[in-house]
């Protein structure tokens, strides 16, 4: 799985009421920088694709590729997914033939989907199925769907105010240790995250 358009913002704003900066008792504006970077830095331990969380915190646009003619259903990483862009096969001539594309109106396959399901499902009508002609080996499907919150107020409160600590964390220690200063690793907010994780 791969980032075909990354995120257009990030997950918890700086200045508003209950944001970054009010979270961390902070209003020098010189501190912005240091503070979106550990927040960056946080989302990205737990953010889809790479993450441990499996979810993709804020809107993007994924591709997930196969080796391989796909299963009767297909499992979408990175939810909560909210739309189906794009899916292209490679046929045996080695050409890649597009099969569906909603903004073209494209439907070959007869798409089926179930996108409130955590990881959300795909497949196509039973009684049209994935073309036949589909060859196997490195990127013979591509699937291009949107996935994510909409914005930071859509973001669960759990994955939100884990982001907030972690972010304190990082911010408040900016290296791996500090001379006569004992580390005190927040390990219990991970617990908050334990009913939100994916586990396909």
């Not at 997930?64 to 909210?82: F, M, Q, S």
């Not at 739309?83 to 594309?101: A, K, Q």
């Not at 591509?142 to 914005?151: L, M, N, P, Q, T």
């Amino acid at each position: 799985m791969s980032v075909l358009v990354a995120p257009a913002s990030d997950p918890i704003s700086l200045d508003d009421p209950g944001g970054l900066k009010q979270h961390l008792r902070v209003d020098d504006p010189s501190e912005d920088d240091l503070i979106t970077n550990a927040l960056r830095a946080a989302a990205n331990e737990i953010d889809s694709p790479g993450g441990w969380l499996g979810r993709s915190v804020i809107t993007r646009t994924l591709r997930l590729t196969l080796d391989r003619a796909p299963p009767p259903i297909v499992y979408l990483p990175g939810p909560p997914v909210t739309s189906i862009r794009m899916i292209t096969v490679r046929d045996s001539e080695d050409n890649l033939d597009v099969i569906y594309d909603s903004v073209e109106a494209i439907d070959l396959i007869g798409l089926m989907s179930d996108l409130t399901a955590e990881p959300a499902l795909i497949w196509p009508d039973r009684d049209i199925g994935w073309p036949s002609d589909i060859q196997g080996g490195v990127d013979s499907v591509r699937i291009d769907y949107v996935a994510g919150y909409a914005d930071g107020a859509a973001i669960p409160r759990a994955i939100r105010q884990w982001l907030l600590m972690r972010t304190a964390e990082l911010y408040r220690d900016r290296e791996p240790s500090v001379l006569g200063v004992a580390s005190n690793p927040l390990q219990h907010a991970d617990r908050m995250l334990d009913s939100l994780r994916i586990r396909a």
